[in-house]
């Protein structure tokens, strides 16, 4: 029961290179999202999914893009990085039944650093 | 637009005292509420939500919550603080038609022996 996995943990950049985030999950959710946390500002929501094959932008999506193409998985890109996008990320997912109303689990958390 | 304010950034308390986390939410209708803890390194993990019925929310760790609509408030609370709750404490609205989470700025809290 390995919940929502996020590799890598740990992360350093030269600016203008390009990643992906990946995140997993077992748990047979439709709902999963990318939020960043940054000192003083909380978690702000990157993307999100309803289910495969259905993306959104959240509050802060410049700079990143995602695909959905199984339920399983919601990897975040960085096509081109920048020092402002230094920061621990989030995946979180949840079942997406009776939206609103359900509960996000969320990875470990993986901290890119943009040099 | 939902927003979430934590107002306290720091907190700082004795082992043994009680505890109040606050909370004020902006949203027009009947709010999903959430607080989630963060210890240092860590995910985030629930603490306690609020959906609907009893405004007063029991969750783990001893830590309970009430929803008062008439304040737009959703204020933790802990009766008798250990040194294991030092971490950050996060507060967040549900934003309706998916299972978005507007999050607060956070209160970190601070115990000391």
């Known amino acids: 029961n390995a919940g929502v996995t996020q590799t890598p943990k740990f992360q350093v950049l030269k600016t203008g290179q390009s990643m992906t985030l990946q995140c997993a999950q077992d748990m047979n959710h439709e709902y999963m999202s990318w939020y960043r946390q940054d000192p003083g500002m909380g978690l702000r929501l990157i993307h999100y999914?309803?289910?495969?094959?259905?993306?959104d932008q959240g509050e802060v999506p410049n700079g990143y893009n995602v695909s959905r193409s199984t339920t399983e998985d919601f990897p975040l890109r960085l096509l081109s990085a920048a020092p402002s996008q230094t920061s621990v990320y989030f995946c979180?997912?949840?079942?997406?039944?009776?939206?609103?109303?359900?509960?996000?689990?969320f990875g470990a958390g993986s901290r890119l650093t943009v040099l | 637009a939902q927003s979430v304010t934590q107002p306290d950034i720091h907190i700082t308390v004795s082992e043994g005292a009680s505890l109040e986390l606050r909370c004020n939410y902006s949203y027009g209708a009947t709010p999903y509420l959430f607080w989630y803890v963060q210890s240092p390194g860590q995910g985030l993990q629930l603490l306690l939500k609020?959906?609907?019925?009893?405004?007063l929310v029991q969750g783990i760790k001893g830590f309970e919550a009430e929803f008062k609509r008439s304040q737009s408030s959703f204020n933790l609370r802990k009766p008798s603080v250990h040194w294991s709750d030092a971490a950050e404490y996060f507060c967040a609205v549900g934003a309706g038609d998916t299972d978005k989470l507007i999050f607060g700025t956070g209160t970190r809290l601070q115990v000391f022996p």
């Open positions: 999914s309803v289910g495969a094959g259905i993306t």
């Open positions: 979180a997912s949840s079942s997406g039944t009776s939206s609103g109303a359900n509960v996000l689990t």
């Open positions: 609020y959906f609907s019925g009893d405004t």
